[in-house]
Nanobody, 121 residues
Framework: QLQAFGGGLVQAGGSLRLSCAASGDTFSSYTMSWFRQAPGKEREFVAIISGSGAVTYSADSAKGRFTISRDNAKNTVYLQMNSLKAEDTGVYYC????????????????WGKGTQVTVSS
């Protein structure tokens, strides 16, 4: 099971750190991702990290502002979001996959419940 938390209301230019805690003892086997869904829009890829944490990549919209990381000892993946913009508003989901890094949502094995992020302008 995956549980994301850390969302909230923040002013434009501010920061938030999202966390996603996973249950089980094979967390390091999973590639972890963050996706988001803005009101009235389709869910989109935000960032991804390999099982070891050595490889990451982000959507163009997140580059330079968002950082994905993980702590395998705590079974947790993080998304540090800085310089937030109104267009970052949405529900953020963490996701897990056994296998190679991919932003393809159809390849996700497990989805967590989302956490709402609202950026006021």
């Amino acid at each position: 099971q995956l549980q994301a938390f850390g969302g909230g209301l923040v002013q434009a230019g501010g920061s938030l750190r999202l966390s996603c805690a996973a249950s089980g003892d094979t967390f390091s086997s999973y590639t972890m991702s963050w996706f988001r869904q803005a009101p009235g829009k389709e869910r989109e890829f935000v960032a991804i990290i390999s099982g070891s944490g050595a490889v990451t990549y982000s959507a163009d919209s997140a580059k330079g502002r968002f950082t994905i990381s993980r702590d395998n000892a705590k079974n947790t993946v993080y998304l540090q979001m800085n310089s937030l913009k109104a267009e970052d508003t949405g529900v953020y989901y963490c996701a897990a996959r056994i296998g190679t890094l991919t932003r393809n949502q159809n390849a996700i094995d497990y989805w967590g419940k989302g956490t709402q992020v609202t950026v006021s302008s």
